[in-house]
């Protein structure tokens, strides 16, 4: 039974009776012109007031769990669920007001906003997820929205092979997942996540390669939607194809869903079954920041660049998944990169969104002389470009910071954690190189002409309010950190115990 006014119940009401209500209001609302306004604000009322049941059931003193380790049904109301469901209203909010903007000259806004709610509601559900077959509902609720919108701009060739390609790797993904769930329910008897893995730890050892094939499996299945090399391909030519504001959905959203996946699957599996796959993640983790840094700097269109970076960017988080059974804080060190990457991320493509609604282009040409001709975006892009690299006093040093020093933490019991450090340091460093020449671009060449273009308020709006919280939570880290400290037990390595 799911109790009904748990958080992931309400909110599911919340967004579902709104994504439900929007085409009905559209089937009865025959002014063309206010549809987009109209829809985007109930879209956004709807994300904010679910955004607040979500923090206000944390703070609101009923002592919920960090991650729920029992046999708690299909979700669990656990703070571990809350995190990951604020970070993805946030960014969730983000594109509905930015899309006010960039949805004003198109067509069919109410399928638009619903898609994204309907995307929104799988994703929370992926967070508070306890047992596979609601994972896998919520999975595909999540994803196969995402594929529509990727081709919402259906009349463009390259937006329809984005989203032919990323419907593919996506349904190949969820094929992965599913047989390696398959391969666990037949091991364990139950679709419980906790109750598998812990039934896992009694397996016959004659049994055990069946489940580490089944940890292969999640891996490379979850992969896909964290963007993990070699599970990458699909991902620079959706961002690039889809809708700019979808492609912000996808790299700070259904990325951040993949990892919450991860974490309560793989990273607690291989801490239950005491094995050194870590050192498996560890080298994936290498390998994807290096060939996210190394595609990126070959890119000359702004959402290529940002797509390689996001590649990379997800290898510094699973730096801090890799090292989490040695670093009582590498968990809580990748959860504060996740809640930080979503915004940076989200500011950097809707930036792009609003050059493109301004000057209809995304090549880096465009953004010759960005700093005069549209001064609030091309602030905001630098910065989050900037707190992106890892360049301090802003949010994004302090994840790398931490996740870097809980890999040299780990060196105690690993010898490969320090390595691991030097690997993200460099390509830190590395991602300069492409960061500072969007930048330079920006404020020290001079584009076509010199004159000033009118930014779209929803845009300019949405980029405040990141640059607050970039800077905000750069100055002062410290409550992010204790939100994801709260998310997660303190000592990782006992997580399970053998019933």
């Known amino acids: 039974m799911i109790d009904i006014f748990s958080t992931p119940a309400l909110v599911t009401i919340i967004l579902g009776s709104v994504a439900l209500l929007i085409p009905v209001l559209d089937a009865l609302n025959k002014e063309r ?41 299909v979700i669990a109301d ?15 909010i983000m594109v509905t007001v930015s899309s006010w903007s960039y949805m004003k000259k198109k067509s069919n806004h109410a399928a638009y906003y619903s898609l994204i ?3 929104s509601i799988g994703m929370i559900l992926i967070g508070y997820s306890t047992d596979f077959v609601m994972l896998l509902v919520a999975w595909e609720l999540m994803s196969i ?7 919402f701009n259906k009349r463009d060739p390259v937006s329809n092979e984005a989203s032919i390609k990323y419907f593919l790797f996506g349904a190949l993904s969820s094929a992965i997942i599913i047989l390696a769930m398959g391969i666990v329910y037949g091991l364990t008897g139950t679709t419980n996540i906790y109750d598998s893995i812990v039934a896992m730890t009694e397996l016959n050892p004659q049994l055990m390669p069946f489940a580490l094939l089944a940890v292969g499996l999640f891996i490379a299945g979850f992969g896909f939607k964290m963007g993990l090399v070699p599970f990458h391909m699909w991902l620079p030519d959706t961002y690039s194809g889809a809708p700019t504001t979808i492609a912000t959905l996808l790299a700070a959203g259904t990325k951040k869903a993949g990892f919450a ?27 994807t920041m290096t060939l996210g840094n190394l595609g990126a700097l070959t890119q000359k269109s702004i959402p290529r660049i940002l797509a390689y970076s996001s590649i990379a960017q997800a290898g510094y988080i699973l730096i801090g998944l890799a090292v989490a059974p040695y670093s009582n804080f590498g968990l809580d060190a990748s959860l504060l990169q996740i809640m930080n990457h979503a915004v940076m991320k989200s500011a950097a493509f809707i930036a792009a969104a609003g050059v493109i609604i301004t000057l209809a282009g995304y090549t880096l040409d465009k953004y010759k002389g960005l700093g005069y001709r549209m001064p609030i975006t091309a602030l905001v892009l630098a910065i989050a470009l900037l707190a992106l690299a890892g360049v301090p006093p802003l949010n994004g040093f302090w994840g790398k910071y931490l996740i870097f020093g809980a890999a ?11 390595y691991l450090a030097i690997a993200g340091v460099l390509n830190s460093a590395l991602s300069l190189g492409y960061y500072a020449w969007i930048i330079r671009k920006m404020y020290l060449e001079e584009g076509e002409n ?36 709260m998310a997660v037990p303190n000592d990782i390595a006992n997580l399970v115990s053998v019933k």
């Open 145 to 151: 929205p995402t594929y529509a919108l990727a081709a």
């Open 450 to 485: 010199r004159v000033r273009q009118k930014e779209p308020r929803p845009v300019v709006a949405v980029l405040l309010f990141a640059l607050g919280f970039m800077i905000i939570f750069g100055i002062w880290y410290g409550p992010l950190l204790d939100l994801a400290s």
């Open 261 to 287: 996946a991860a974490i309560r699957v793989i990273v607690i599996g291989l801490i239950a079954l005491n094995v050194h796959w870590t050192f498996t993640l560890a080298i994936i983790a290498i390998f």
């Open 78 to 92: 656990d703070i571990f669920g809350a995190f990951f469901s604020i970070a993805f209203l946030i960014v969730s």
């Open 117 to 119: 709610l309907l995307s």
């Open 408 to 418: 040299i933490d780990s060196g105690e019991q690993v010898w490969w954690g320090p």
């Open 33 to 73: 012109g206010s549809k987009n306004k109209v829809y985007s604000a109930i879209a956004f009322g709807a994300l904010a007031l679910a955004l607040a049941v979500v923090i206000y059931r944390i703070f609101s003193g009923e002592n919920l769990p960090a991650l729920s380790l029992t046999n708690s049904g």
